[in-house]
């Protein structure tokens, strides 16, 4: 029996580029930087002291596109959410406007019990953890706010999202480090398919960008230290003076629909999902497989499911990081992968632009493949001035480019050697 069909009908994100899809896709395009120097806490003692960050009144950016938490939540609920939660009730919330749901009142039973939600975290609520050991060790535990716990948990954005908009049908989580997002559109994709659902809402999020989260990838020794000064400058991936990522917050979240459900409701569609992939290296809890192998079959899967050759493909979303070894793993697999076709693909890595997002990384890199395939322009690689040698693919350096694009797919890979890719294509 053929698979149900799911497409794209909603779209939503808080990204370090602005705070909605349109703003953040129109910067991504122009080659503007999204990464700049931390302020809302002290950096001093740390080697790395930039990060992306989403515009608001602690991290501004000179633009009026400012984050404003009480645009989308009460001021008496802001205390019971961490950041994460915030900007997951955001995008969640322009993706179901986008996608023309009904508001709760005005949904019947049916339809709130077959459409769930599935956003992803990689790390959840680290500042209120964090904050509230300090509270503990300098104050005791009497000052352990009661909603810590409820702020604090990976599944709050699904909890929260399907409250607010009376959605009852599936509520759940994944927690696969930064593959996180991209395994909520997949496995979201898997719900509808297997009729547990005709809408899903699903997504990451992320807020990991506090001083404990940078000391813990400063430790690891992850994060690049030698762009302090130049923070735009920071994230490279492929470039040969690469030293490391750079941690970003913000979240994506998009609205998936069985075909029928979306035509039958006359919804705009943006594109259709068209393969889902996973893989595992098995190598190593950091570090992925030298030689790409897992990143390599992860994409074969994708490609295999959306039943496609890779010489189809005319654009790839690239986890591209910045890291030394992750960006050469990655680019050995994508040129096995295709072979001899890759002169006619380009691949761009859009967290030179944004940071890595970590959780929210796979969902905010889906819903600008899907701008790519909508607006038939391949978003740049910044930085990019010095790229690998004999290479047989265009990594689209520094500049946007016009490019026909039909189908694009989006790799996340995560620590734990957890990898995720997605098919997404024009919808016909």
Known sequence: MQARRVVVTGLGAVTPLACDVASSWKRLKSGVSGIRKIKHFDTEDLPSKIAGLVPSEENPDGSSNLFQPTDWIEPKD????????????????????????????????????????????????????????????????????????????????????????????????????????SHAIGEGTRIIQRNAADVMVVGGTEAAVCKLGVAGFCALKALSTRFNDTP????????????????????????????????????????EIAG???SSDAYHITAPAENGDGAYRSMLAAIKDAEIDAKD??????HGTSTPAGDIAELQAV???????SKSVCMSSTKSSTGHLLGAAGAVEAIFSIMSIQDSIVPPTLNLHRPPADLGIDLVPLVAKEKHVDIALSNSFGFGGTNSSLVFKKFK
């Open 78 to 181: 802001l205390k019971k959410m961490d950041r994460f939660v915030v900007y997951a009730m955001a995008a969640a919330t322009q993706a179901v406007e986008d996608a023309g749901l009904p508001p709760g009142e005005a949904a019947n039973e049916y339809e709130k019990e077959r459409t769930g939600v599935l956003i992803a975290a990689g790390i959840g609520g680290l500042s209120t953890i964090y904050e509230t050991a300090i509270d503990i060790h300098e104050k005791g535990c009497r000052r352990v706010s009661p909603f810590f716990i409820p702020a604090s948990l990976i599944n709050m954005p699904s909890g929260h999202v399907s409250i607010k908009f009376e959605f009852k049908g599936p509520n759940l989580s994944v927690v696969t480090a930064c593959t996180s997002g």
């Open 313 to 318: 493909l005319d654009y790839i979303n690239a």
């Open 232 to 271: 735009s400058e920071a994230s490279r991936p492929w470039d040969e003076d690469r030293d490391g990522f750079v941690m970003g917050d913000g979240s994506g979240v998009l609205v998936l629909e069985e075909l029928e459900h979306a035509k039958k409701r006359g919804a705009k569609i943006y594109a």
């Open 276 to 278: 889902y992939g996973v």
């Open 335 to 341: 040129m096995k992968v295709l072979g001899n076709e």
